[in-house]
């Protein structure tokens, strides 16, 4: 993954280079660093872990120069250690990558035989030998990188600075975005354009294979072929302001706490309040004729199309397919030409995901993408693009938009269903009129916030945990599982209730607490029976259930959380608050790093 940051400019680039690492430590935080020339000399400053390390180190080391590269990293090839840490560098180059160098080992064989002294692990450095070894046989740095770009394999962004020149920065794309940003006598490289909001709105996206020729003039760039090309320079709408945690102790909790807001945001682009008519974008599929719907996503997104599977089958009697996006391709799946394929991403430029949505547009499906973030790659390479209106989710642990994930695919379920003429109208009536209470019942739900901070209590010493749910509650009590793992370090796994007494059931004992998630719907009499026999094994079953529900299992539970009654149609979206809330106590009694939980990245741009 990792984010990268290059400016050729005429003021002090540190600061700015470091600025936009901290809007880019979303997508990885083990370890940063800047190289930036002074008196045509490369120069850098590496920290292991996070970026607020790398600037204590700029503090007592100041590094000047008005052209340089920054990096923050997700460690693929190598320990997170201040060594791997990039810009990596020579005599000549200094380089900073996002993605994987595939072919790595057989260069540095290579590129050893030839003498060159490699001091890291990592895959990166291959390209500064690379680039050293053509300059060195006398090509110019322009040429070097050309003749590069058809040596490397793999999915790769990267920015570069050359010894002596300082008017100079390359920059290359195959796989990972790059954006080019336009200053007033600067020029700019950038992960994404969110990195270089402060400095510029004028910014331009490189097509895969692109490399580019950045001087403080403009940019030049040449396409996979090495034939020089224009792309389209737009004005981005993103803002240079960095979001705050305001009066909350972490991002993630306010993140929690903003979900009533910004579900009503995202619905009101697909609902109109005063009719609750639901009015999608133009898709480029007819929903009335159409014969199977895939639904391709990657973790919490991938749980959010998994709701939608129910809800699409059940609703509107349409064939759906929902798939791990990382296994899609490989698959080689039998997809109907002309099909319609939707893609699911907060981010919108998961590798996975992204790599699965061409994978699909190849095989001639339609494509629709449920993107957050709007300039993303997806977005912009979609047919239709569903968007949520979360805003920035900063918080590793996806909340916010998860849940306006599901608001959008259930207004899709909706106007599919309607298309089709599968429900009554008075069915349609009731479920809009659900779907317009959304953010209110959130709000109820969050009023919960107490009472499952005491339940915290009860699952955090616990070592394992499991999560059961039937239906739409099935792929909620995966999300809740994950939302545990993923910041408190416990392991937690999410079951069908009903397949529990196919094996998980030796796993039930007094230590290892059971989250029932019992919302009072067509399975609740079943999931009721589950939670019998987990009790009768000695199971500790925290119980999240609405007042009919807690009136008829809350005694068999040590917790019992009362949720607001609902339409089953919306309930997992309710339902998802409360595993949030949970996950969120637990970590907090263990003290991780809630925000920045180890190992993991915001945005994975790496397959
Ligand atoms: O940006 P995306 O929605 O495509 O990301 C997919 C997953 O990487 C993401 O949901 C991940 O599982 C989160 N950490 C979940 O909290």
């Known amino acids: ?58 503090l007592e080391q100041p590094l000047a120069g008005s052209t340089g590269i920054g990096h923050t990293r997700w460690a693929t090839h190598g320990a997170p250690n201040e060594n791997n840490a990039h810009p990596h560098a020579t005599e000549k180059v200094a380089v900073v990558h996002n993605g994987i160098i595939e072919n790595f080992a057989e260069l540095k064989a290579e590129l050893v035989a030839k003498g ?22 006398g090509l110019s740095p322009e040429a070097a990188m050309a003749a590069a770009m058809h040596r490397l394999h793999g999915a790769f962004a990267l920015a570069v600075i050359v010894a002596g020149r300082p008017d100079l920065l390359l920059a290359a794309r195959r796989g990972s975005p790059l954006a080019i940003g336009y200053g007033e006598g600067e020029m700019y490289v950038g992960s994404d354009a969110l990195a270089l909001a402060p400095l510029t709105k004028m910014i331009s996206y490189l097509d895969d294979g692109d490399w580019a ?168 390479e979609a047919d239709a693009l569903l968007a949520t ?35 009554s109208p008075e069915r349609l009536a009731t479920l809009a009129q659900a779907i317009a209470g959304i953010p209110e019942k959130v709000s109820g739900v969050l009023a919960a916030d107490d009472r499952i901070r005491a339940a915290a209590k009860i699952v955090a010493p616990a070592r394992d945990v499991l999560y059961l749910g039937r239906g739409t509650a099935f792929p909620i009590a995966m999300e809740g599982a994950l939302k545990l793992k993923e ?29 029932v998630l019992a919302p009072n719907d067509e399975w609740f009499e079943k999931t009721a029976s589950n939670v019998q026999e987990v009790r009768a094994r000695g199971g500790q079953v925290v119980l999240f259930s609405d007042k009919a529900g807690i009136a008829k299992i809350g005694n068999l539970a040590v ?24 996950a969120y106590y637990v970590a907090l009694i263990k003290g991780t790093d809630i925000d920045k939980p180890r190992n993991l990245a915001k945005s994975v741009t790496v397959e």
């Not at 001091?119 to 500064?128: F, G, H, I, K």
């Not at 959008?408 to 599968?422: I, N, S």
């Not at 917790?559 to 949970?582: G, H, K, N, R, T």
């Open 389 to 423: 209106h979360a805003g920035p989710e900063i918080g590793v642990a996806s909340t916010k938009a998860f849940t306006t994930q599901l608001a959008v695919l259930a207004a899709f379920a909706f106007a599919a269903a309607r298309a089709r003429g599968t429900q």
């Open 116 to 137: 060159r002294k490699f001091a890291t692990d990592t895959d990166t450095e291959v390209v500064a030998h690379l680039l050293t070894v053509l300059i060195l046989e």
């Open 487 to 515: 910041i408190s370090y416990i392991h937690a796994e999410g079951y069908a209730a009903g397949e529990m007494k196919h094996g998980p059931i030796a796993l039930i004992a007094p230590d290892v607490p059971v989250i």
């Open 213 to 380: 020729v950045l001087t403080t003039d403009g940019a030049q760039v040449y396409d996979q072929n090495d034939k020089k090309v224009a792309r389209e320079v737009r004005e981005t709408v993103l803002s240079g302001a960095l979001v705050g945690k305001g009066n909350f102790q972490h991002f993630m909790q306010k993140e929690i706490f903003e979900q009533p807001a910004v579900i009503g945001d995202t619905l009101r682009s697909y609902v109109n309040p005063a009719t609750h008519r639901v009015t999608l974008p133009e898709l480029p599929a007819d929903l009335a004729t159409l014969k199977r719907v895939q639904l391709v996503a990657c973790g919490t997104s991938f749980y959010a199309a998994s709701v939608a599977r129910y809800w699409i089958e059940q609703l509107a009697r349409l064939p759906c397919d929902v798939e791990i996006a990382s296994e899609f391709r490989y698959r080689d799946p039998v997809l109907e030409e002309g099909g319609l394929s939707m893609f699911v991403s907060q981010s919108g430029e998961t590798i996975d995901t992204l790599s699965a949505l061409r994978f699909a547009r190849g095989r001639g499906q339609k494509i629709a993408a449920i993107v957050n973030v709007p300039e993303s790659s997806m977005a912009r």
């Open 559 to 582: 917790a019992a959380i009362e949720l607001p009654s609902c339409d089953p149609f919306v309930a997992p979206i309710l339902y998802s608050v409360p595993v949030q809330l949970l």
């Open 1 to 58: 993954m990792c984010g990268i940051v290059g400016i050729v400019g005429k003021g002090p680039a540190t600061p700015r280079l470091v600025d936009g690492l901290l809007r880019l430590e979303y997508r990885g935080y083990d370890s940063a660093g800047v190289a930036t020339l002074v008196d045509g000399h490369i120069e850098r400053r590496r920290a292991e872990g996070r970026i607020r390390n790398l600037e204590a180190l700029l």
